[in-house]
């Protein structure tokens, strides 16, 4: 039976092509020839819808809207998941850690409020979970998506600073000596390495003039926001200063922006810009919650082992204040 | 129902008939093929067939060669040697197990041959 493919009649022209290889491409298809297949095939459905008599957009539009439900890296963590048994134990792995974690963590939360007993146990077993399985094996997952040796030292940076910084929490919460210096540590590496690092290689793929923007206020943004975060913890002056300043990045530039350039690649509300969105609600929620006064009686609740709770009502008041005469200095 | 389900086990023997007849077919191709067989029955997306392709060729049952056509580069699958012996025990399982579907969803097929 011979075939008679219509795309012995329509052929696409280079530049057409090279729209379709280029959203490959982007969609970072790496894996052996899986590129060339994908760009070849949806090549083929295009030009069969053109000798239909579409416009080449259209037809495109079409094709990628009926394959749409599986995006193109979707197709490649499947032929990945297929062809790779270590990809598949390190995926089950994620979603078990993943869960048994967080639960863990929930849960030492909830016995830590009622004081019910055994709950810094279940804590430490959370974060042994969540640090050392869970963290570890999504980084080795996604360092098996990408062969770029530059985004491999960027995964190990955020390991380890990761790590760090999780241990550190712990450390705090659990009032363990050093947390200080373990969170300082991985506070440096996030902070002067890998942040850094991560604004280069987005701005080397950046190929707009909003993409470097959205790179440099992104980045930037949650570089300030996390120097905000080590001042205050360790009660360093000007903490406040660069929260508002990294907020301001975040929240103003990189979110409108971010959003316009999603809209404009995919012509649709993606998941990921949700995600963002939902993220950016968050962050502005936690810096309400660390300015409003927090109620004596919560206090208690929450930071039992204060001497005196009004403590940090009183550095609320005083932080609000001081935020207040320097956004709107000479107001009452 | 949905037909992509019933679709997913079979589509590995489907792809080492279609090879075992052809000495060579790129991604699209097969598609087309299938789709033009079945009467449009059967429409394979790119989605679920390279994975698939890939997990064969690794597994060593097809190798791929590439060409260059249209401006573009064209990878053709075609069958090892392994594959070939693997095909005809595929498509033999197959065979077993649709017939053995078809009891299934008939059983009056069934009881008319025991009553007679």
């Given at each position: 039976?011979?075939?008679?493919?219509?795309?012995?009649?329509?052929?696409?022209?280079?530049?057409?092509?090279?729209?379709?290889?280029?959203?490959?491409?982007?969609?970072?298809?790496?894996?052996?020839?899986?590129?060339?297949?994908?760009?070849?095939?949806?090549?083929?459905?295009?030009?069969?819808?053109?000798?239909?008599?579409?416009?080449?957009?259209?037809?495109?539009?079409?094709?990628?809207?009926?394959?749409?439900?599986?995006?193109?890296?979707?197709?490649?963590?499947?032929?990945?998941?297929?062809?790779?048994?270590?990809?598949?134990?390190?995926?089950?792995?994620?979603?078990?850690?993943?869960?048994?974690?967080?639960?863990?963590?929930?849960?030492?939360?909830?016995?830590?409020?009622?004081?019910?007993?055994?709950?810094?146990?279940?804590?430490?077993?959370?974060?042994?979970?969540?640090?050392?399985?869970?963290?570890?094996?999504?980084?080795?997952?996604?360092?098996?998506?990408?062969?770029?040796?530059?985004?491999?030292?960027?995964?190990?940076?955020?390991?380890?600073?990761?790590?760090l910084l999780m241990a550190g929490v712990l450390f705090k919460?659990?009032?363990?000596?050093?947390a200080?210096?373990v969170m300082f540590?991985g506070?440096?590496?996030?902070?002067?390495?890998?942040?850094?690092?991560?604004?280069?290689?987005?701005?080397?793929?950046?190929?707009?003039?909003?993409?470097?923007?959205?790179?440099?206020?992104?980045?930037?943004?949650?570089?300030?926001?996390?120097?905000?975060?080590?001042?205050?913890?360790?009660?360093?002056?000007?903490?406040?200063?660069?929260?508002?300043?990294?907020?301001?990045?975040?929240?103003?530039?990189?979110?409108?922006?971010?959003?316009?350039?999603?809209?404009?690649?995919?012509?649709?509300?993606?998941?990921?810009?949700?995600?963002?969105?939902?993220?950016?609600?968050?962050?502005?929620?936690?810096?309400?919650?660390?300015?409003?006064?927090?109620?004596?009686?919560?206090?208690?609740?929450?930071?039992?082992?204060?001497?005196?709770?009004?403590?940090?009502?009183?550095?609320?008041?005083?932080?609000?204040?001081?935020?207040?005469?320097?956004?709107?200095?000479?107001?009452? | 129902?949905?037909?992509?389900?019933?679709?997913?086990?079979?589509?590995?023997?489907?792809?080492?008939?279609?090879?075992?007849?052809?000495?060579?077919?790129?991604?699209?191709?097969?598609?087309?093929?299938?789709?033009?067989?079945?009467?449009?029955?059967?429409?394979?997306?790119?989605?679920?067939?390279?994975?698939?392709?890939?997990?064969?060729?690794?597994?060593?049952?097809?190798?791929?060669?590439?060409?260059?056509?249209?401006?573009?580069?064209?990878?053709?699958?075609?069958?090892?040697?392994?594959?070939?012996?693997?095909?005809?025990?595929?498509?033999?399982?197959?065979?077993?197990?649709?017939?053995?579907?078809?009891?299934?969803?008939?059983?009056?097929?069934?009881?008319?041959?025991?009553?007679?």
């Amino acid at each position: 039976m011979e075939i008679k493919t219509a795309s012995d009649i329509c052929t696409l022209n280079i530049k057409q092509i090279e729209t379709i290889a280029a959203d490959v491409r982007r969609a970072r298809i790496t894996l052996s020839h899986l590129a060339d297949d994908l760009i070849d095939h949806i090549c083929c459905e295009v030009e069969s819808e053109l000798g239909k008599g579409k416009s080449f957009e259209e037809a495109y539009r079409d094709i990628m809207q009926k394959a749409g439900r599986k995006r193109l890296n979707e197709i490649q963590e499947d032929t990945q998941f297929l062809i790779d048994k270590n990809y598949r134990i390190m995926k089950m792995t994620m979603k078990i850690t993943g869960n048994v974690s967080l639960a863990m963590l929930g849960l030492a939360t909830v016995m830590r409020l009622f004081h019910w007993p055994g709950a810094n146990v279940v804590l430490v077993l959370g974060f042994i979970v969540l640090a050392l399985i869970f963290f570890p094996a999504a980084i080795w997952a996604n360092q098996r998506e990408t062969k770029i040796r530059l985004t491999r030292s960027l995964h190990s940076l955020i390991l380890v600073g990761g790590i760090l910084l999780m241990a550190g929490v712990l450390f705090k919460v659990m009032h363990w000596p050093g947390a200080g210096i373990v969170m300082f540590s991985g506070w440096i590496i996030v902070i002067l390495l890998f942040l850094p690092l991560l604004l280069y290689a987005k701005l080397m793929e950046a190929e707009t003039g909003n993409q470097r923007l959205m790179a440099w206020s992104g980045i930037g943004g949650l570089m300030i926001a996390q120097m905000s975060t080590m001042f205050k913890t360790f009660h360093w002056p000007g903490a406040n200063i660069l929260m508002i300043v990294g907020a301001i990045l975040l929240i103003s530039i990189f979110l409108p922006v971010y959003t316009g350039v999603k809209l404009k690649e995919t012509g649709r509300v993606t998941g990921s810009v949700i995600f963002v969105h939902l993220l950016a609600v968050y962050l502005v929620m936690l810096t309400f919650l660390l300015a409003i006064n927090i109620s004596e009686a919560d206090n208690t609740v929450l930071f039992p082992e204060r001497e005196n709770p009004n403590e940090i009502v009183q550095a609320n008041t005083e932080l609000i204040s001081r935020t207040h005469d320097l956004v709107l200095p000479g107001l009452p | 129902m949905n037909k992509n389900n019933l679709i997913k086990g079979t589509l590995s023997p489907i792809i080492l008939k279609l090879l075992s007849e052809n000495k060579r077919m790129y991604g699209y191709e097969i598609t087309r093929k299938v789709k033009e067989i079945t009467d449009g029955k059967i429409e394979l997306t790119f989605g679920a067939i390279y994975p698939v392709l890939h997990k064969l060729e690794k597994d060593g049952l097809v190798k791929t060669e590439s060409a260059v056509a249209n401006n573009r580069n064209r990878i053709y699958y075609s069958l090892t040697e392994k594959g070939k012996s693997t095909a005809s025990e595929r498509i033999a399982e197959l065979k077993e197990f649709l017939e053995a579907m078809k009891i299934i969803i008939n059983p009056g097929y069934n009881l008319r041959y025991q009553s007679i």
